[in-house]
């Protein structure tokens, strides 16, 4: 495994990341099974997890945590905040009095003394970015938080988080987690070069495009995934969009073939592969598929495969803007004058 720098900070983190959002309800509910796919990962050469406290309603967090114990100096430990954590509706968001409480939470979840990376999960339209900045600040300053990020913002909200720390003295966000895939290239449009600009590493989810690039789905045998939790515009099969992805993937699935690869191999790959992204999120629910994440770590894509890619998926272009799972860019409806 080759570690790479994470942004300037001077640690050193694996070119995967193994997402924990599928330990716990929400994906592989033997706690066990969780615990022994998270070892496997540490002895493979990872050394970076991310969760969030709101993956299975922290469920996520305890099995992280009961999993490090004996590790925890080995691995580089990243949790989020912001999503709602109950029904009170000051249980959630990037406020002071939520963050101050959230990460009581997640050290106790994650039976450890701090969190070498925690990151607000959303941007908020609604909480002044000093205000986030300010209470992240003193976490770090008490020792509870080593290194602060940003999840899913714009590359305005990211140059405006970057501006606030410098005058008001801040910390500053050393991180950013966008989706990113062969058919999501859409920060390669502003958040990318935001990101390298401001020295910031780069944490890529969603590298298999929520199954989209695992061969889960082909024109030969395509249906509307039966799980009701997924967002039907990101899988509806009949529109025009979600019709030409499934295109591209039998010819990416062609593609990798040709150059003795697997098609997760070859989306991996794309993504680490990029100079400006320092790791991929993967998100293993099975040994299986942990085990079938790992070989891209080691495959170097030649200019003939991404120039192919670029014929088949511009840079920059998101083939379902539905795919971008965030704001990731400020030109909404509204600010279109649509309704």
């Not at 924990?20 to 994906?27: L, R």
């Not at 070498?116 to 970015?129: A, G, K």
């Not at 590359?155 to 005058?167: P, T």
Request: glycine letters at 8%.
């Amino acid at each position: 495994m080759q570690y790479r720098p994470l942004g300037r900070t001077g640690v050193k983190v694996s070119p995967l990341c193994l997402g924990a959002m599928m330990f716990g309800p929400w994906g592989n509910d033997d706690k066990q099974d969780s615990i022994r796919i998270i070892h496997a990962a540490l002895d493979a050469g990872i050394n970076f997890v991310d969760t969030a406290d709101f993956y299975s309603a922290g469920g996520s967090e305890e099995i992280v945590g009961e999993a490090l114990r004996g590790r925890r100096d080995d691995v580089f430990l990243a949790s989020k905040f912001f999503m709602p954590m109950g029904d009170d509706p000051n249980q959630g968001g990037s406020s002071r009095r939520w963050i101050m409480r959230a990460v009581e939470d997640s050290l106790r979840r994650l039976n450890t003394d701090h969190i070498d990376l925690y990151q607000v999960h959303r941007p908020s339209p609604d909480t002044d970015i000093e205000e986030t900045l300010g209470a992240l600040t003193d976490l770090v300053t008490q020792g509870k938080v080593r290194y602060i990020g940003s999840s899913s913002f714009s590359g305005s909200q990211i140059v405006e988080a970057q501006w606030a720390a410098k005058e008001n003295h801040f910390a500053r966000f050393v991180t950013e987690q966008p989706p990113y895939s062969i058919l999501v290239r859409g920060i390669e449009e502003d958040v990318l070069p935001a990101v390298r600009r401001h020295g910031m590493g780069t944490l890529t989810y969603s590298p298999l495009t929520g199954g989209w690039l695992s061969g889960r789905w082909r024109k030969d045998a395509a249906s509307t995934p039966a799980s009701s939790a997924r967002p039907s515009a990101r899988f509806d099969m009949s529109t025009p969009a979600n019709q030409r992805k499934l295109d591209i993937v039998e010819e990416l699935a062609l593609l990798a073939e040709k150059n003795d690869m697997a098609l997760i191999d070859l989306a991996i790959a794309f993504v680490i592969n990029h100079p400006g992204v320092t790791s991929a999120i993967v998100g293993p629910r099975t040994m299986e598929q942990l085990e079938s994440y790992l070989p891209a770590t080691e495959i170097t894509l030649s200019a003939e495969v991404l120039d192919r890619i670029d014929g088949l998926v511009a840079p920059g272009v998101t083939v379902n803007p539905e795919d971008n799972s965030y704001g990731a860019h400020a030109l909404t409806p509204g600010a279109r004058r649509r309704t």
